[in-house]
């Protein structure tokens, strides 16, 4: 049965299935947003059907993801932050780690942006593709970029959202910049005949768009809260906590994309259909992911929120509830992947080459849902407790063994290879967490 936080400092709560369904159920849909974005930018690209233009869109989307999820602590870490400040009952931090996330977002953005053009040559050196995929890619990179502070603006507003459990407010932005991205993309990129060029500036727009309408949501509601006192903000104590928890996730987060990178790149040098059809595939696994993502990000608010009031048994009961519902939804998303994945693929790509080859691999991205259920909920409850060092190591070994697997398995068996040691990295990455939970459970309460 649920317990009710009494600690002297922390609001009173539950954890239920409903507390957990609250942000989940929202969150789920506005994550899978995200990935419905990446279909379409995917399927205004095939429609040229020019398998060179939809692996550069592809390798451009990753330089992209390398930098940018590189700084999800921005999101993430606010929303440990403020959920822990919410249990407290400290109105004051939750005002003070957001704007302390605004200007970091700033700072790094303008930074992101002035380097778009070598982050594009970089990409092209280590994708090493053709010629007209570097093109492509380099088209893509030099104009998404543009992008940077808004993007990171956004990561910051919705991780103040969701680090107060509102599910449904960050629902809302979502689909504000995710259908604003979509119906440009489909205008500028396939009715004006802008490709990739198109599709890019259809991501800056909508990301300008989201930072505008969020801003002005929270600076309101700030407008009718306690004062911030201007020191507050810049709390030095605060600040360095927040750098060490940023660090972490960042390193987590950069050994993620780094591990993608790999696979991407491998995938590359199978040949350009296979890279293309790779690419399809990986939306798949994107759909699965953040399908699994709502209910992570319930285990970040309700874990983070129970250490903010030193709440044990709502610390275990949002670790189980959210594994549970995870692991149902895993199990729907890849049981619907493998029944409507071959008509998805017909769908998001005109060339025969393509689909031939991803309909091969289908069942490997389809049961992508199952082998990462566990790491995608272990994420959730570890940025939650702001456990940032366990998440940073986990990753930084799971990273090795995947590599290892890599090299033996990719050679051996080729793109069946790549994709078993994708599997071994996701499995890997969440029962090392499982493994030291309870340790760490044990020390917090």
Do not use: K
């Amino acid at each position: 049965m649920d317990q009710v936080s009494t600690t002297a400092n922390s609001r009173p709560f539950v954890v239920t299935n409903c507390s957990v369904l609250a942000i989940a159920v929202p969150m789920t849909l506005a994550y899978l947003t995200t990935p419905l974005l990446g279909i379409v930018d995917t399927a205004v690209i095939g429609q040229f059907g020019d398998a060179a233009l939809l692996g550069g869109l592809a390798a451009g989307a990753l330089v992209f993801d390398v930098v940018f999820t590189s700084f999800n602590f921005l999101r993430s870490g606010t929303t440990g932050l403020v959920a822990q400040a919410l249990g407290r009952g400290d109105e004051l931090e939750e005002q003070a780690v957001f704007w302390r996330a605004v200007l970091i977002a700033v700072v790094a953005g303008i930074v992101l942006a002035a380097l778009a053009p070598l982050f594009a040559t970089a990409g092209q050196w280590f994708m090493d593709a053709e010629p007209r995929v570097s093109e492509a890619m380099a088209v893509y990179i030099r104009i998404r970029l543009l992008a940077a502070p808004f993007s990171l603006i956004n990561y910051a507003i919705l991780g103040y959202v969701l680090g107060r459990g509102e599910g449904g407010l960050g629902l809302m932005l979502q689909l504000v910049l995710n259908g604003i991205n979509i119906a440009l993309c489909i205008l500028l990129g396939l009715e004006l005949g802008w490709g990739v060029a198109g599709v890019a500036w259809a991501t800056v727009t909508g990301e300008f768009v989201a930072m505008l309408l969020g801003l002005a949501i929270v600076i309101r509601r700030f407008w009718a809260a306690p004062r911030l006192p201007r020191h507050r903000v810049f709390d030095l104590p605060a600040f360095l906590r927040m750098a060490s928890l940023n660090r972490d996730i960042m390193i987590r987060s950069f050994s993620l994309l780094a591990a993608f990178a790999l696979f991407t790149r491998q995938g590359a040098q199978f040949g350009t259909v296979t890279l293309a059809a790779n690419a399809v595939l990986m939306n798949f696994f994107l759909i699965a992911g953040y399908f699994l993502d709502g209910f992570a990000t319930a285990a970040e608010q309700l874990a983070g929120r129970a250490i903010g009031a030193r709440a044990a048994m709502q610390f275990r009961q949002a670790v189980r509830l959210t594994l549970f519902w995870g692991f149902g939804l895993a199990a729907t998303a890849t049981l619907v992947l493998l029944l409507g994945g071959t008509d998805l693929i017909a769908l998001i790509t005109t060339s025969q080459d393509v689909r031939a080859v991803a309909d091969i691999y289908l069942p490997w991205a389809a049961f992508t849902a199952l082998s990462g259920v566990l790491a995608f909920q272990m994420d959730g409850v570890f940025i939650g407790a702001t456990w940032s060092r366990d998440m940073r190591n986990m990753m930084l070994l799971s990273f090795l063994v995947f590599s290892a697997a890599l090299l033996i398995l990719a050679p051996a068996f080729g793109n069946h290879g790549l994709w078993a040691a994708l599997h071994v990295f996701l499995l890997v990455r969440g029962f090392s967490l499982l493994a030291i939970l309870r340790l760490r459970i044990r020390a917090a309460f």
